[in-house]
């Protein structure tokens, strides 16, 4: 381990790693899925980016796509969070995207903003990138029996950085995004549905069929009319890029305190990206290692 156990999401060429992580499977021209596997935790690690990146590129520049539905083939999975290995300079030191933010809330902003319907399919554990991929989908659907969703960063004494200050609020409101944001604990599939944190969680069994067939007929409008739609309600409900940014930039300066330093290092010490317990359980670890 380095000396400082920080996040890294790492700029390099695409690796085979790389494009095992982020897999595009076209259905129809007009219809994608995006799916996540970097088992057996699908933790978002320095390769993640350049792969994801590629993703989204080509999510903006195919004419035809109408629809993509991000899910995950990793079971208990859908995305975690950073890898806490390498360097945060291995993130710092990457360069800005199109809309002038870093390569993580610049990609995540894009697929708010891009004219294609983006849907988040969510079962087992939705923590971290994972939770922010999700609210930068325009919407998301559930295993109600099988959904642990949560942004955990304040357990480990740092701030998200992916933009869920600026869009759980619009959401689900003010109150209740504090609960989600401070409280760090896990969110079933009730509670997510009865918040409005998605659009309505499904029996698992059901789920897929359900979003495959909402996508294909979302698949079979006309494109411009859905981009036209999706532009109107962006107006209404997405946040400015000034608040995504604050969020990053507070991630980057609260990773770096001594709090955060000892917190994350404890986790490390315990098995963190390494014992399928901790990773399922990170609301109770991150509440053990507060208790000294």
Known sequence: MNDKVEPSASHSSTSQTAQEQVRINRITPAYWQITLH????????????????????????????????????????????????????????????????????????????????????????????????????????????????????????????????????????????????????????ETADRYGYVNRSLPDAQLDDFVDRFARRIASFDGDSLAEIKQAVNYASLPPDAEVAAGWNLFIWSVQRPEAQYRIGELMKRGLQKDPDIERNLNRYTEEVGKR
């Open 38 to 189: 970097n088992p057996p935790f699908n933790i978002f690690g320095p390769d993640s980016i350049p792969q994801l990146q590629a993703v989204v590129h080509a999510i903006e520049t195919t004419p035809e796509l109408k629809v993509v539905v991000f899910q995950s083939d990793v079971p208990g999975y859908f995305l975690t969070h950073y890898d806490f290995i390498p360097p945060l300079s291995d993130s710092t030191s990457l360069r800005n995207g199109p809309t002038s933010l870093h390569p993580l809330p610049d990609m995540l902003v894009r697929i708010s903003r891009s004219r294609v319907i983006s849907i988040a399919k969510l079962r087992g554990r939705v923590t971290g990138v994972g939770g922010e991929l999700a609210l930068a989908s325009d919407m998301r659907f559930a295993a109600l029996e099988n959904l642990e969703i949560s942004q955990w960063e304040a357990g480990a004494g740092f701030v998200p950085g992916g933009g869920p200050m600026a869009r759980l609020p619009r959401l689900i409101g003010r109150g209740r995004a504090m609960e989600v944001l401070l409280g760090a604990d896990n969110i079933d599939g």
